[in-house]
Each structure stands twice: as structure tokens, then as C-alpha cells.
């Protein structure tokens, strides 16, 4: 089972995915399901929108996509948002500081997280872009919530990569994703590093901004033992989602 733990589906600044051509791209690589958020203006501002369309392509792609939901924190019926946005299906909650205006730490988050551990959601932060969006400071926040696991979105790719590994130390909650990420050096690390392992890796496309084909056969190239390599193509990540509330 091969599941790519983030897409962004929509039209951003720099690039465009439809749900559609990313089911044909899943089928020609394999990929069995993915998690899906929608388009950068879609997270920032227009969070109905971009729910209604997550939600969308999930029901209509038979069991294989599924909907990050995102609310913007500064809005005053974001935790609204993420509870309609889960009745329409959605499984897990999409965060990114730089779009969205917010330091994590600030406690402007702290009600969408309250609410994604009461509905027992797995949270994506983004991470890679100063100030707002760095690897140590997400550690200090997964440590405050032990309840919730946190993915670490492109690892702090590509300048904050060398904090990735420290902050996956500080806070056993928190997991890698391998998008962008060379399996010779960052992901090796992780996998060697006993304290962090291969199972605490998720695969992610992060398409439309990456050229899938490259990101998966990063993570196939990767030598690993079969378990570790099934827990981070698909395993960890679906083990995180069937916690539930």
C-alpha cells in the first residue's frame, strides 16, 4: 500500500493539480490513496471553498483521496470550519503559518488544535520557511500537545533540513515527510538515528510543487528493510489515521 501523505489540489500561484489528473498520475505510479488540501488562496483565505473542494474529490474518488481540512486561525469561526469540515469527511488537519500569518507558538493555533485532538486528526505544518515556520519551533509545539501526532511538512526543506533531525528527537509525536528530501543524507539520518528510526517518515508527493515520479523513486532507491519501508510508504500514516477520537 502506498499512500502520499500530502497534495494540494486547486490552482496556486506557481502550479495546478485537479483532482483527476492527480488520480492519473497515482495510477501510473502505483500510489494507492493520498491525502489532499486545497490551493494555497484556498488555505490562506477561502477556507469554505477549499474544504467544499477537498471534499469533493474525495467523495467522487471512490475510497482513494481523502480531505485535509484547513481554517485559517486569525478567522473567528475557524474551529466552525474544521467542524463542518469533518462532517463533510475530512480526516486531518492542514496548517501552514507562512500562508496563513500566524508564529506557532503565539497560541492563536491552540483552538484548531484542541479540536483536531478531540476528533483524533494527525496535523501537517509545513515547514522550511523563516520565521514562521521552522522544525524546532513545531517540536516546542507537538511537545505541548502529546495527544496529537504532527507531521513535519517537507522536513524543513531545504536550508532548516539540518534542524529536522533535532527536532524529531525532541519531540517523540512528531514525524518527517520525505518530500524533497535526499535518501542518502537527511532521510538516511533519520533512519539511522535510534532515537528517530524509518518509521517515523511518511512518504509525500507534495505535488502539484514537486514532479511526483522523482519523489517516489527517492523513497524506492532508499535501501531499507521491507518493514521500514512499507511503514514509510504507507503504514505509519494510515496507523496514524485509523487512531481516531
Given amino acids: 500500500m502506498i499512500v502520499d501523505g500530502h497534495v494540494r489540489v486547486g490552482r496556486s500561484r506557481d502550479a495546478a493539480l485537479s483532482p483527476i489528473d492527480l488520480l492519473v498520475t497515482m495510477d501510473r505510479l502505483g500510489i494507492d490513496r493520498a491525502l489532499v488540501a486545497p490551493d494555497e488562496r484556498s488555505i ?9 473542494a477537498t471534499a469533493r474529490a474525495a467523495a467522487a474518488s471512490d ?21 463542518r469540515a469533518r462532517d463533510a469527511g475530512a480526516v486531518a488537519l492542514a496548517v501552514d503559518p507562512v500562508l496563513q500569518g500566524f508564529e506557532l507558538l503565539d497560541g492563536l493555533l491552540d483552538p484548531l488544535l484542541d479540536f483536531a485532538a478531540g476528533a483524533g486528526w494527525p496535523v501537517y505544518v509545513r ?3 523563516p520565521p514562521t515556520a521552522l522544525p524546532l519551533p513545531l517540536a516546542t509545539l507537538a511537545r505541548r500537545h502529546p495527544g496529537i501526532a504532527f507531521v513535519m511538512g517537507r522536513s524543513g526543506a531545504t536550508d532548516f533540513w539540518i534542524d529536522a533531525a533535532p527536532a524529531l528527537r525532541h519531540a517523540p509525536n512528531l514525524y518527517a515527510d520525505t518530500a524533497y528530501a535526499p535518501w ?4 538516511s539520518e533519520f533512519a539511522r538515528d535510534s532515537e528517530i528510526g524509518a ?10 510543487c514537486t514532479v511526483p515520479d ?12 521491507p518493514g521500514d519501508r512499507a511503514a514509510v510508504l504507507g503504514e505509519t500514516l494510515l496507523r496514524l489515521l485509523a487512531k481516531g477520537p
Fill in 44 to 52: 490562506a483565505v477561502d477556507n469554505r471553498a477549499g474544504n467544499e
Fill in 63 to 83: 475510497g482513494r483521496l481523502a480531505a485535509y481540512a484547513v481554517a485559517n486561525p486569525w478567522f473567528t469561526d475557524a474551529v466552525g470550519e474544521l467542524a
Fill in 127 to 129: 515547514t522550511g520557511t
Fill in 184 to 187: 542518502d543524507t537527511v532521510l
Fill in 199 to 208: 518509521r517515523r517518515v511518511l512518504f509525500t508527493t507534495d505535488a502539484p
Fill in 214 to 225: 522523482a519523489e517516489l523513486k527517492r523513497v524506492t532507491d532508499w535501501p531499507l528493510e
